[in-house]
């Protein structure tokens, strides 16, 4: 039988990404920039509802950018989600700059507003806040806008996770001043590596920011005959190859959301019975891309997430722990952290990411769940 993937590329049936590819091709616009770039950062700005949007190497990259563009400089304290993947919180070393860690709660698995608004009164000098959706699941985007719009300190979005979901009737990524997206082999799409930027500041300041971040990205070369540089450059742009993959990505990203989606409820449907299991959160007026099915086994459980993911190696099949807070990482040891009872330590401890490959069939998910289920017997 066929290993399965926690999820891995999956390119359109229809050959899309390869039609934009071979365009590059037969135009010789292999690089650097070129229409696809253009067109998939206008495409990809309109499906997600911003104004702007800068195509970059990665999407760490992107958060990088994006921690600039807000004016994070040396020594600035950042608040950052507790429980994400560590490429949300490097960008802001990069920068000299001081993460705080916040942890999440329990509704969202997010960043708790609770808690962010305990570190604004420890930390009222702040100068960013970075929530994450983790794996599609939207972060309380009410009450995080609410409380930094109160202290007038910009929002970065880390939607790496959550390409298309949807909460109180708007894509995530476009709530805050700056959203970022990453188009990583395991994303919801792919461009076989590759981030994106978008600005959701009014359209002017926004087409202004994000032409700053194509600047940055690009070496910052002055506009001049010979190279001039006044700042600090990276070579962080998407290439038109890369960006004709995206494209094609981009007229799929419904079937893969939808595809996702039916995967989570099929675990649901197939496992929710079982004792001491349940389910990532979600909401009324929300609708999560479930880029990634998670469970959780509270503690008395009679299987453990270890049991789970042992069990599914011994078929071929991929699954993997939450991910690991930042609090909890050596390389961030030293840094503070603001508890909300330890909510990212639970879900590290006692959750596992159920495969949730999109070019799964339902045959394939009946074997999974076949497997888990023989656990509890
Ligand atoms: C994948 C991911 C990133 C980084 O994106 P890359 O494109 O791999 O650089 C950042 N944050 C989160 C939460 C991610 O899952």
């Not at 926004?206 to 540089?229: C, G, I, M, P």
């Not at 009679?302 to 390389?331: F, N, Y």
Request: proline share 5%; aromatic share 10%; charged share 25%.
């Amino acid at each position: 039988m066929a290993h399965i993937y926690l999820a891995s590329p999956h390119m359109s049936a229809e050959g899309y990404e390869q039609q934009y590819v071979k365009e590059a091709f037969d135009t010789n616009w292999i690089a650097p920039l070129g229409k696809n770039v253009n067109e998939f950062e206008k495409e990809f700005s309109a499906y997600v509802g911003a104004h702007d949007g800068a195509a970059l190497s990665a999407g760490t990259a992107a958060i990088h950018m994006a921690l600039k563009a807000a004016g994070i400089k040396k020594g600035d304290i950042v608040f950052c989600q507790d429980l994400t993947f560590s490429a949300t919180a490097n960008p802001i070393i990069y920068e000299d700059a001081v993460p705080v860690f916040i942890d999440s709660d329990y509704e969202t698995w997010n960043m708790s507003p609770e808690a962010l608004e305990r570190a604004f009164e420890k930390y009222p000098n702040v100068k960013a806040v970075l929530p994450v959706h983790l794996y599609g699941l939207p972060a309380n985007m009410d009450r995080i806008m609410e409380i930094c719009k109160a202290h007038h300190v910009p929002v970065i979005e880390d939607a790496a996770e959550s390409l298309g979901t949807i909460y109180h009737g708007q894509k995530t990524g476009t709530f805050g001043d700056y959203g970022c997206f990453s188009f990583n082999g395991n994303k919801i799409i792919t461009t076989s590596g590759g981030g994106m930027l978008v600005c959701n500041l009014p359209e002017e300041k926004a087409k202004e920011r994000v032409a700053k971040v194509r600047f940055w990205s690009t070496q910052a070369r002055e506009k001049a005959r010979h190279y001039e540089h006044k700042e600090i450059g990276y070579n962080y742009r998407m290439s038109n190859i890369v960006a004709g993959i995206g494209r094609g990505q981009l007229k799929v990203i419904d079937e893969r959301i939808a595809q996702k989606r039916h995967i989570f409820a099929y675990y649901q449907e197939h496992l929710g019975d079982l004792e001491g299991i349940s389910f990532m959160p979600m909401h009324e007026n929300e609708r999560p891309n479930c880029w990634l099915s998670v469970i959780e086994l509270s503690d008395d459980c009679p299987v453990k997430p270890l049991d789970v993911m042992v069990a599914l190696e011994q078929g071929d099949i991929e699954s993997r722990p939450v991910w690991k807070p930042m609090h909890l990482q050596p390389v961030f040891a030293g840094c503070d952290y603001i508890d909300n009872g330890e909510v990212g330590k639970y879900l590290f401890e006692h959750g596992v990411c159920l495969p949730s490959d999109t070019k799964m069939t339902d045959a394939d998910l009946e074997r999974i769940c076949d497997i888990i289920r023989g656990l509890w017997k």
